[in-house]
């Protein structure tokens, strides 16, 4: 039975952004749409592969976790869950760490700062075509003391600056805080993240990452050419729902087939970000679920491998948006973290005693896919292949995976699957 002990949060966010206004800084620890740089000084092509592998490897395994706990739509940010679980792993010790390690594919530490810095920083980076940032945050009872060891190494390498709140005497206006800062991050898509009674007296730290992501396709889809269509959520129920058009003139898209999947990457401007569609064969008679059983980070690469730029004669998507939000202390528990949400929890690293365990994981997501672009992202398409001709129609009329992918650092951004656009 766990001890009323002090308590480690950590809280995760995903919403895409078109624009954040400026917040004096106040208690907070950065200005939330101006997330500070990491030190990415040692970092490797190859260590930032191997971080990149094990945030992917994670990506699915969190995907097949989700999927398993609903029939209906999926969509989270691995990334941001990956990068919240950093900043705890840095202060892990013993069983604690080997466990964590072993849930998120993480690197010793020492391999996993600069190659994760890396990845952050070029998240960051400015770009004119879309808008692509994350930022992390410690939040500390005032009078607890961290570390200044374990406080500095996740300033500096992921970027994650603390700000101290009064947990015991001010719980709701320090929950307010944190909350208020998340949806100032977030453009106003990420509204009470944390909700009422997960703080209290025995708080003392709270970690939150927030990512945000807004672009447009390199090739849209007309507005008037987006029709009332019936999605196939099973074969034999369906939904009205828009759906976007485009019969491309000159455009190629990266596009391959299997026995089972029509797999498409659509590329949103600047060519580094692209989100990936994969379609059960309808018209085999594969489902989603056949899709799902043969899903691994491995089949995955193998898939993309495949694919080449292919003249298609027509695409269908449907238009979509959706909200989620994810308790994840039992989901994670079972992925194999028991330790850390016990009463034999080792974060000694963080405050130089094992006087603290996570109480919760808490993750919630937004995303909108228009005929412009998309504001965060996670999707499961389906495609039809006609027979009849020598065609390459994209037809996503029914159950899709969809995958939003960081062509620059090989990271998985956001996943998730789309079962019904109505909801």
Excluded at 67 to 87: C, D, K, R
Excluded at 140 to 150: A, C, H, I, N
Excluded at 384 to 407: G, N, S, W
């Amino acid at each position: 039975m766990i001890r009323r002990r002090s308590l480690i949060i950590l809280v995760l966010a995903l919403v895409v952004v078109v624009g954040i206004g400026w917040w004096t800084l106040f208690v907070y620890p950065y200005s939330p749409n101006r997330p500070p740089r990491a030190d990415d000084t040692g970092f490797t092509k190859e260590g930032v592969q191997l971080v990149s592998d094990g945030n992917n490897l994670f990506s699915i395994d969190m995907y097949k976790k989700l999927g398993e706990a609903s029939s209906g739509n999926v969509f989270y940010s691995p990334y941001s869950i990956f990068s919240a679980m950093a900043m705890a792993y840095e202060g892990a010790n013993g069983e604690t760490y080997d466990e964590i390690k072993k849930v998120f594919h993480f690197p010793d530490r020492e391999k996993l700062r600069p190659n994760f810095a890396k990845i952050y920083n070029e998240i960051n980076r400015e770009v004119r075509d879309y808008e692509l940032r994350t930022g992390n945050a410690l939040w500390v009872q005032k009078d607890f003391p961290l570390l200044e060891e374990y406080k500095t190494t996740v300033e500096k390498y992921y970027g994650g600056k603390a700000a101290k709140l009064d947990f015991v005497n001010e719980t709701e206006k320090s929950r307010k805080t944190i909350n208020d800062f998340i949806e100032e991050q977030t453009n106003g898509k990420i509204e009470d993240l944390i909700p009422k009674g997960i703080l209290d007296r025995y708080t003392r730290l709270v970690i939150t990452n927030a990512i945000y992501f807004k672009g447009t396709w390199k090739w849209e889809f007309k507005k008037s050419d987006t029709r009332d269509e019936d999605f196939f959520i099973t074969p034999k129920e369906t939904v009205k729902v828009p759906m976007m058009y485009m019969k491309p003139e000159k455009a190629e898209f990266n596009y391959t087939e299997t026995e089972k999947l029509q797999i498409l990457e659509l590329p949103y401007k600047g060519d580094r970000i692209s989100m990936i569609i994969l379609l059960p064969k309808k018209e085999g008679g594969y489902t989603l679920e056949d899709v799902e059983k043969e899903l691994s980070y491995e089949n995955l690469k193998k898939w993309l491998m495949k694919m080449q730029k292919t003249k298609l004669d027509a695409i269908y998507i449907p238009k979509f948006t959706f909200k989620t939000k994810y308790f994840l202390k039992d989901v994670l528990t079972n992925m194999g973290m028991k330790t850390s949400f016990s009463g034999n929890a080792d974060f000694s690293k963080i405050t130089g005693r094992r006087d603290l365990f996570i109480s919760e994981v808490i993750h919630q997501a937004f995303i909108d896919v228009n005929e412009k672009g998309t504001e965060a992202a996670a999707a499961t398409g389906i495609v039809e292949k006609l027979k009849a001709l020598p065609t390459h129609i994209f037809r996503a009329d029914h159950p899709f995976i969809f995958i939003i992918h960081d062509k620059e650092t090989g990271s998985i951004l956001f996943m998730g699957r789309l079962v019904n656009p109505a909801g």
